[in-house]
């Protein structure tokens, strides 16, 4: 069972930034993305960024496009998510994802089979 740890999470305020790491304990198996998803309060998990193993793309949620920068780091079996220009409403609970099959949406959170615990980004006016 591969394991995510997410890390880097806090309270800041609007125009800070914060960097999220994810951690996976394995490193071989077979990766067909990894995303970020987020959950505010009230509201259904979203996918903020995705990373498609094979040949590096990236694409992103609108809201975030131009703030948020996601990038994998292989020597550290890392992922990353840099955040900037933090608005109030990034407020969420992030999570690290792994999709291990090839096919279906890339956004949907049934697509994932291992998850991060998750890492609560709060952010203040």
């Known amino acids: 069972q591969v394991q995510l740890v997410e890390s880097g999470g806090g309270l800041v305020q609007a125009g800070d930034s914060l960097r999220l790491s994810c951690t996976a304990s394995?490193?071989?198996?077979?990766?067909?993305?990894m995303t970020w998803f987020r959950q505010a309060p009230g509201k259904e998990r979203e996918f903020v960024a995705i990373?498609?193993?094979?040949?590096?793309?990236?694409w992103y949620k609108d809201s975030v496009h131009g703030r948020f920068t996601m990038s994998r780091d292989d020597a550290d079996n890392t992922v990353h998510l840099q955040m900037n220009s933090l608005k109030l409403e990034d407020t969420a609970i992030y999570y690290c994802?792994?999709?291990?099959?090839?096919?279906?949406?890339?956004?949907?959170?049934?697509?994932?089979?291992?998850w991060g615990r998750g890492t609560q980004v709060t952010v203040s006016s």
């Open positions: 994802a792994a999709k291990i099959r090839s096919g279906g949406a890339y956004e949907l959170t049934h697509e994932y089979a291992y």
């Open positions: 394995e490193r071989t198996f077979y990766r067909d993305a």
């Open positions: 990373l498609r193993w094979s040949d590096g793309m990236i």
